[in-house]
């Protein structure tokens, strides 16, 4: 089975702070995404990697970064963290030409 | 651009009742059509998906059927338990967007004993 996890469940920060979200995956996948999930708004995609050292905008990318040094792990940023980026943010890693994507447990964010 | 409408929750039932979750797209290419469902605690998982007009897709008692002329997709379970209480996503891939997922707003179910 697909596994794909993440490096914490529960995190709290203060506004200000440079958080870092971590996710690994062990099936060998190229794609790796990071969404974030707000009731009523579904999953909105902040950004996505085809590939090790590539990245690409989703579609609310303002105030995140991403990296991807390894094929397996694509960490989240949030340089400055705001009130507004509390939420429950989900890592997914899809096989490249497959539709599927596996997601990972979530890691909920409070920004105090 | 591509968007995805799903009815808003949340959907209370008792055990063993019919559930049905609307689900209609706009899409500029020709989607795959996607339900993930996410546990209590958990991350989303898929639950079937239909790749063309009319195909039917089918998973633990669940249904949908990709409907193009009503650009819809709508979930049906004919008998719920209480362990299919959870957040039901509708979602679509488009090829024309290079493959990236869009989502509905989710539609969370509780279903009563």
Same mark, same amino acid.
């Not at chain 2, 790749?51 to 897709?57: E, F």
């Given at each position: 089975?697909?596994?794909?996890?993440?490096?914490?469940?529960?995190?709290?920060?203060?506004?200000?702070?440079?958080?870092?979200?971590?996710?690994?995956?062990?099936?060998?996948?190229?794609?790796?995404?990071?969404?974030?999930?707000?009731?009523?708004?579904?999953?909105?995609?902040?950004?996505?990697?085809?590939?090790?050292?590539?990245?690409?905008?989703?579609?609310?990318?303002?105030?995140?970064?991403?990296?991807?040094?390894?094929?397996?792990?694509?960490?989240?940023?949030?340089?400055?963290?705001?009130?507004?980026?509390?939420?429950?943010?989900?890592?997914?890693?899809?096989?490249?030409?497959?539709?599927?994507?596996?997601?990972?447990?979530?890691?909920?964010?409070?920004?105090? | 651009?591509?968007?995805?409408?799903?009815?808003?929750?949340?959907? *209370?039932?008792?055990?063993?009742?019919?559930? *049905?979750?609307?689900?209609?797209? *706009?899409? %500029?290419?020709?989607?795959?059509? /996607?339900?993930?469902?996410?546990?209590?605690?958990?991350?989303?998982?898929?639950?079937?998906?239909?790749?063309?007009?009319?195909?039917?897709?089918?998973?633990?008692?669940?249904?949908?059927?990709?409907?193009?002329? *009503? %650009?819809?997709?709508?979930?049906?379970?004919?008998?719920?338990?209480?362990?299919?209480?959870?957040?039901? /996503?509708?979602?679509?891939?488009?090829?024309?967007?290079?493959?990236?997922?869009? /989502?509905?707003?989710?539609?969370?179910?509780?279903?009563?004993?």
């Amino acid at each position: 089975d697909v596994k794909v996890t993440q490096s914490s469940r529960y995190l709290v920060k203060r506004t200000g702070e440079k958080v870092f979200l971590e996710c690994v995956q062990d099936m060998d996948h190229e794609n790796m995404f990071w969404y974030r999930q707000d009731p009523g708004l579904g999953l909105r995609l902040i950004y996505f990697s085809y590939d090790v050292k590539m990245k690409e905008k989703g579609d609310i990318p303002e105030g995140y970064s991403v990296s991807r040094e390894k094929k397996e792990r694509f960490s989240l940023i949030l340089e400055s963290a705001s009130t507004n980026q509390t939420s429950m943010y989900l890592c997914a890693s899809r096989a490249r030409g497959w539709d599927e994507q596996f997601f990972g447990p979530g890691t909920r964010l409070t920004v105090l | 651009g591509n968007s995805v409408t799903q009815m808003e929750g949340p959907v *209370t039932l008792s055990e063993e009742a019919f559930l *049905t979750i609307n689900c209609t797209y *706009t899409a %500029t290419g020709y989607p795959s059509l /996607f339900w993930y469902v996410q546990y209590p605690g958990e991350g989303l998982q898929l639950l079937l998906k239909a790749t063309k007009a009319d195909d039917k897709g089918s998973n633990k008692g669940f249904e949908a059927t990709y409907r193009k002329e *009503t %650009t819809s997709f709508h979930l049906e379970k004919g008998s719920v338990q209480v362990s299919d209480s959870a957040v039901y /996503f509708c979602a679509l891939s488009d090829t024309a967007a290079g493959n990236k997922l869009t /989502f509905g707003g989710g539609t969370r179910v509780l279903v009563k004993p």
